[in-house]
């Protein structure tokens, strides 16, 4: 069964530190979303690309974070310079023309 | 703004129980409703889902029914297991426009008893 994978799994960093989370969706879904969840809290979007174009990152904060798909497959999360409040897990998903979005298992990330 | 209310947990019932779990939403147009369940160490997988007014969504015993008079989106099952612990989402995707991303609600942890 395809699967959305990502890569790390967990992310320990120091504040002021870069981290980058990577997102390959399910084969041939052209939609690909960035979602944070905040521990206790339901995940809210972060960003939306269409194949390789962003729809949506009106919730981005684009003072620190980053997002691309640059050949409209996989995606890459960036935050730079990391704060503590960025701890919570990063969730990718993927769907295929406008159907469900399939998630994958997340990264939790950690910042000291 | 798009919003999704529901309860608050954790909800603790023992086995065989009854569920519910209250959602309610805010959005303009005709939204499309869904219900998520994330069990403990994985991703959130959908478990049903509604596209218009008075559809009801079922999966796996769970059932709810999209009340537009209302605005809600109420998660039913008639007899809980323990494998049904876990956490619950209500979202909601916004009609029309490419700009499709979900909006979920807090979530409800949901601890069934033997």
Known sequence: EAEVAQSPRYKITEKSQAVAFWCDPISGHATLYWYRQILGQGPELLVQFQDESVVDDSQLPKDRFSAERLKGVDSTLKIQPAELGDSAMYLCASSGQGREQFFGPGTRLTVL | ?114
């Open chain 2, 1 to 114: 703004g798009n919003s999704v209310t529901q309860m608050e947990g954790p909800v603790t019932l023992s086995e065989e129980a009854f569920l519910t779990i209250n959602c309610t939403y805010t959005a303009t147009g005709y939204p499309s409703l869904f219900w998520y369940v994330q069990y403990p160490g994985e991703g959130l997988q959908l478990l049903l889902k509604a596209t218009k007014a008075d559809d009801k969504g079922s999966n796996k015993g769970f059932e709810a029914t999209y009340r537009k008079e209302t605005t809600s989106f109420h998660l039913e099952k008639g007899s809980v297991q323990v494998s049904d612990s876990a956490v619950y989402f209500c979202a909601l995707k916004a009609s029309g426009g490419g700009a499709d991303g979900l909006t979920f609600g807090k979530g409800t942890h949901l601890i069934i008893q033997p």
